[in-house]
Protein backbone atom coordinates (compact mmCIF):
# COMPACT_ATOMS: atom_id res chain seq x y z
CA UNK A 1 0.00 0.00 0.00
CA UNK A 2 1.45 3.46 -0.98
CA UNK A 3 1.63 6.76 1.21
CA UNK A 4 -0.88 6.67 4.11
CA UNK A 5 -0.50 8.30 7.68
CA UNK A 6 1.80 7.66 10.49
CA UNK A 7 0.84 8.42 14.28
CA UNK A 8 4.74 9.06 14.48
CA UNK A 9 3.92 11.56 12.67
CA UNK A 10 1.30 13.26 14.85
CA UNK A 11 3.52 14.42 17.76
CA UNK A 12 4.72 17.59 15.61
CA UNK A 13 1.17 18.69 14.04
CA UNK A 14 -0.20 18.30 17.61
CA UNK A 15 2.56 20.68 19.21
CA UNK A 16 1.66 23.09 15.74
CA UNK A 17 -2.06 22.76 16.45
CA UNK A 18 -1.66 23.28 20.14
CA UNK A 19 0.97 26.36 19.75
CA UNK A 20 -1.39 27.93 16.77
CA UNK A 21 -4.65 27.41 18.98
CA UNK A 22 -2.54 29.38 21.66
CA UNK A 23 -3.23 26.34 24.59
CA UNK A 24 -0.21 25.56 26.58
CA UNK A 25 0.34 21.23 27.66
CA UNK A 26 -0.85 21.66 31.13
CA UNK A 27 -4.39 23.52 29.89
CA UNK A 28 -5.07 20.63 27.17
CA UNK A 29 -3.95 18.13 29.10
CA UNK A 30 -6.57 19.24 31.72
CA UNK A 31 -9.38 19.63 28.85
CA UNK A 32 -8.39 16.24 27.35
CA UNK A 33 -7.91 14.12 31.14
CA UNK A 34 -4.43 12.61 29.77
CA UNK A 35 -1.09 13.76 31.31
CA UNK A 36 1.09 16.44 30.45
CA UNK A 37 4.14 14.23 30.42
CA UNK A 38 2.11 11.56 27.95
CA UNK A 39 1.40 14.51 25.73
CA UNK A 40 5.01 15.86 26.16
CA UNK A 41 5.93 11.99 24.66
CA UNK A 42 3.64 12.50 21.62
CA UNK A 43 4.75 15.59 20.66
CA UNK A 44 8.51 14.82 20.93
CA UNK A 45 7.41 11.21 18.90
CA UNK A 46 9.17 9.58 22.15
CA UNK A 47 5.15 7.83 22.96
CA UNK A 48 2.23 6.61 20.17
CA UNK A 49 -1.13 7.66 20.96
CA UNK A 50 -3.78 5.61 20.61
CA UNK A 51 -6.96 6.46 18.38
CA UNK A 52 -9.08 7.19 20.89
CA UNK A 53 -7.07 9.17 22.85
CA UNK A 54 -5.84 11.17 19.90
CA UNK A 55 -9.82 11.70 19.28
CA UNK A 56 -10.17 13.26 22.96
CA UNK A 57 -7.29 15.66 22.32
CA UNK A 58 -8.79 16.89 18.77
CA UNK A 59 -11.75 17.28 21.04
CA UNK A 60 -9.92 19.42 23.01
CA UNK A 61 -8.78 21.18 20.58
CA UNK A 62 -11.82 21.91 18.84
CA UNK A 63 -10.49 20.07 15.48
CA UNK A 64 -11.67 17.00 13.59
CA UNK A 65 -9.49 14.02 13.73
CA UNK A 66 -8.50 14.34 10.17
CA UNK A 67 -6.73 17.58 11.33
CA UNK A 68 -3.81 15.27 12.01
CA UNK A 69 -3.97 13.30 9.03
CA UNK A 70 -3.25 15.95 6.32
CA UNK A 71 -1.54 13.40 4.06
CA UNK A 72 -5.00 11.64 3.77
CA UNK A 73 -6.76 13.01 1.34
CA UNK A 74 -9.67 14.65 0.47
CA UNK A 75 -12.42 14.57 -2.24
CA UNK A 76 -14.06 17.77 -3.19
CA UNK A 77 -17.31 18.94 -2.22
CA UNK A 78 -20.36 17.75 -4.04
CA UNK A 79 -22.93 19.87 -5.10
CA UNK A 80 -26.62 19.43 -3.55
CA UNK A 81 -28.19 17.19 -6.50
CA UNK A 82 -25.09 15.19 -7.51
CA UNK A 83 -24.75 11.54 -6.75
CA UNK A 84 -22.02 10.83 -3.90
CA UNK A 85 -20.46 7.69 -4.03
CA UNK A 86 -16.52 7.02 -3.88
CA UNK A 87 -14.92 4.04 -5.86
CA UNK A 88 -11.64 2.81 -3.62
CA UNK A 89 -9.52 0.20 -5.62
CA UNK A 90 -7.43 -2.09 -3.47
CA UNK A 91 -4.06 -0.66 -4.91
CA UNK A 92 -5.29 2.56 -3.51
CA UNK A 93 -5.87 2.03 -0.25
CA UNK A 94 -4.35 4.92 2.61
CA UNK A 95 -3.12 3.04 5.63
CA UNK A 96 -2.71 4.76 9.33
CA UNK A 97 -0.59 3.09 11.52
CA UNK A 98 -1.65 3.45 15.66
CA UNK A 99 0.24 1.16 18.35
CA UNK A 100 1.35 -1.81 16.20
CA UNK A 101 -2.24 -1.98 14.64
CA UNK A 102 -2.78 -0.55 11.00
CA UNK A 103 -5.99 0.91 9.68
CA UNK A 104 -6.65 0.64 5.67
CA UNK A 105 -8.77 3.25 4.55
CA UNK A 106 -11.49 1.86 2.62
CA UNK A 107 -12.99 4.98 1.22
CA UNK A 108 -11.82 8.24 0.39
CA UNK A 109 -13.05 11.09 1.98
CA UNK A 110 -16.03 13.09 0.46
CA UNK A 111 -17.33 16.36 3.06
CA UNK A 112 -20.72 15.20 3.76
CA UNK A 113 -20.56 11.52 4.20
CA UNK A 114 -20.28 10.59 7.69
CA UNK A 115 -19.08 6.71 7.42
CA UNK A 116 -15.62 5.81 8.41
CA UNK A 117 -15.04 2.26 6.71
CA UNK A 118 -11.70 0.65 7.49
CA UNK A 119 -9.71 -2.51 7.23
CA UNK A 120 -8.31 -3.24 10.74
CA UNK A 121 -4.93 -5.85 11.32
CA UNK A 122 -4.69 -5.59 15.00
CA UNK A 123 -1.88 -8.13 16.23
CA UNK A 124 -1.63 -10.06 20.05
CA UNK A 125 -0.39 -8.54 22.34
CA UNK A 126 0.06 -5.03 22.37
CA UNK A 127 -1.05 -2.41 25.73
CA UNK A 128 -5.01 -2.78 26.84
CA UNK A 129 -6.23 0.96 27.35
CA UNK A 130 -8.94 1.69 29.75
CA UNK A 131 -12.51 1.54 28.66
CA UNK A 132 -13.58 5.03 26.85
CA UNK A 133 -16.64 6.93 25.34
CA UNK A 134 -16.56 9.12 22.27
CA UNK A 135 -19.28 10.54 20.66
CA UNK A 136 -20.46 8.29 17.37
CA UNK A 137 -20.97 4.91 16.45
CA UNK A 138 -18.95 1.77 15.71
CA UNK A 139 -19.79 -1.36 14.51
CA UNK A 140 -17.08 -4.46 13.83
CA UNK A 141 -16.91 -7.80 12.00
CA UNK A 142 -14.16 -9.63 12.72
CA UNK A 143 -12.93 -11.56 9.35
CA UNK A 144 -9.75 -13.61 10.94
CA UNK A 145 -8.82 -13.89 14.61
CA UNK A 146 -10.06 -12.99 18.02
CA UNK A 147 -10.67 -10.12 19.52
CA UNK A 148 -11.69 -9.15 23.28
CA UNK A 149 -14.15 -6.17 23.19
CA UNK A 150 -14.98 -4.42 26.76
CA UNK A 151 -18.02 -2.85 26.47
CA UNK A 152 -19.54 -1.03 29.75
CA UNK A 153 -17.29 -3.22 32.12
CA UNK A 154 -18.09 -6.60 30.72
CA UNK A 155 -15.84 -8.57 28.22
CA UNK A 156 -17.17 -10.15 24.65
CA UNK A 157 -15.09 -12.53 22.80
CA UNK A 158 -15.49 -12.17 19.31
CA UNK A 159 -14.00 -14.68 16.43
CA UNK A 160 -14.70 -14.72 12.74
CA UNK A 161 -17.93 -13.87 11.91
CA UNK A 162 -19.45 -12.19 15.44
CA UNK A 163 -20.08 -8.34 15.31
CA UNK A 164 -20.27 -5.73 17.42
CA UNK A 165 -22.80 -2.45 17.00
CA UNK A 166 -22.67 0.56 19.49
CA UNK A 167 -23.25 3.55 20.26
CA UNK A 168 -19.63 4.96 21.13
CA UNK A 169 -20.18 7.52 23.98
CA UNK A 170 -20.42 3.82 25.65
CA UNK A 171 -17.07 3.10 27.65
CA UNK A 172 -15.64 0.11 25.09
CA UNK A 173 -12.03 -1.06 24.32
CA UNK A 174 -10.45 -3.54 22.38
CA UNK A 175 -7.66 -6.24 22.75
CA UNK A 176 -6.31 -8.87 20.94
CA UNK A 177 -5.19 -11.33 23.64
CA UNK A 178 -4.95 -14.74 20.99
CA UNK A 179 -1.74 -15.49 19.17
CA UNK A 180 -2.39 -14.10 15.72
CA UNK A 181 -3.35 -11.16 13.91
CA UNK A 182 -6.85 -10.25 14.20
CA UNK A 183 -8.40 -8.77 11.00
CA UNK A 184 -12.01 -6.86 11.31
CA UNK A 185 -13.98 -4.70 8.97
CA UNK A 186 -14.59 -1.55 10.97
CA UNK A 187 -16.92 1.08 10.20
CA UNK A 188 -17.02 4.16 12.79
CA UNK A 189 -18.78 7.78 12.96
CA UNK A 190 -17.33 10.41 12.91
CA UNK A 191 -14.84 10.24 10.69
CA UNK A 192 -11.33 10.03 12.10
CA UNK A 193 -9.36 10.67 9.15
Known sequence: MSGGADLNAVGPRLRRLR?????SLRQLAQRSGLSVGFLSQVERGLSSIALTRLHEVAAALGLSMGEFFSDVPVASPPDDDAV???VTRAAERRRVESSGQHFELLSARVPGLVL???????????QREPAAG??????AYVLSGELLYEVAGKEYRLGPGDSLFLRSNTPHSLYNDGTETTVVISVVTPRHY
Not at 116 to 122: A, K, N, T
Open 134 to 139: HRGEEF
Open 84 to 86: VFT
Open 19 to 23: QEAGI
Open 116 to 126: EPMLVHIPPGG
